[in-house]
Each structure stands twice: as C-alpha cells, then as structure tokens.
C-alpha cells in the first residue's frame, strides 16, 4: 500500500509539474525572431514555423516515461526514449518537414529566406532540447517527492 501511494504522489507531481514546461519553452524562444521572409506572408510562414506544434502529447508521455525508469530504476529506458525520440526527429527532419535551400515559384530575397529558415530552425531545435530537459527533470522531481512522500508527510499512510 505505501509503494501505491508514493507512485500516485509522484503522479500527481508530474501532473501538477507537467503544465510548467510550455511557459518555460515559450520564454526559452521568445527572443527568436519568425518574421516571415520578405515575399511570405506572415500568417502563412507563422503556421509553418510555430502552429505546428503536436509535443505536448509527447511530453506528456515522456515525463511520466522518466518518472518510471527513475522509479524501477531503469535507466536504459529514458536512454532507449532517447535515442528512439532523436532518430525520429532527424528522419522527419532530413525527409519529411527540411526546408527547401531555395523556392522557386516564390519571389524571397536569398539571405532574408536564410535567416528565417535559421530562426525557425533554432526555434524547434530550443524547444525540442529544453522541452526533453524539463520532461525528464519533472520525472527525476517527481521520482524524489514521490519517494520521500511518507517521511515528508506520514500523514499520508494508511
């Protein structure tokens, strides 16, 4: 019964913790610039830089994941989710979702295509990187507070 209640302690941390990491992304890229390039339209190039976004789910996810590789332990499984999670995210990158070098039927000046290209490149890479660090910190704080609930709190045995 004990081991129950510290794991649904820690789930509740990773509950309550989880809503932190997009704030935290959010001040993370503030400073990146995603103005579209000169001959893009704003709503158009803000749709593919910043409204594709489909990680909360995978966050989600992955922070209880390192909460139970934290809690077995068992750290070849937040290792395994690692190398998996970056092996999908250079296939989608490199062939699916890569940005063209150049566009043809559309008239943007070279060096301002770069920069945004660039921008937009750091954007989901800092959001990809911290969103990973926080996720596996959630788990790593909710594995300690869940562990140590009983003595912080023994108000919570049975």
């Not at 794991?7 to 989880?18: D, F, P, R, T, Y």
């Not at 959010?26 to 995603?34: E, M, S």
């Amino acid at each position: 019964m004990d081991e129950f209640i510290k794991m649904a302690v820690a789930s509740v941390v990773v509950l309550i913790l989880g809503p932190l990491v997009k704030p935290i992304l959010d001040a993370a890229t503030r400073r990146i610039d995603l103005s579209a390039p000169k001959g893009i339209e704003q709503a158009t190039w803000n749709h593919i830089a910043k409204e594709m976004r489909v990680g909360s789910w995978i966050g989600f996810f992955e922070r209880f994941l390192a909460l139970a590789s934290f809690w077995i332990p068992a750290y070849s499984i937040i290792a395994a989710w690692f190398a998996f999670k970056l092996a999908a995210k250079w296939e989608s990158w490199k062939n699916i979702a890569q940005f063209p070098k150049e566009l043809n039927k559309v008239k943007v000046d070279e060096l301002d295509f770069f920069r945004a290209r660039s921008a937009v490149s750091s954007y989901f890479l800092t959001r990809f990187l911290i969103g990973t660090i926080a996720n596996v910190l959630i788990g790593l704080v909710a594995w300690y507070i869940g562990t140590t609930s009983l003595e912080i709190c023994p108000c919570l045995k049975p």
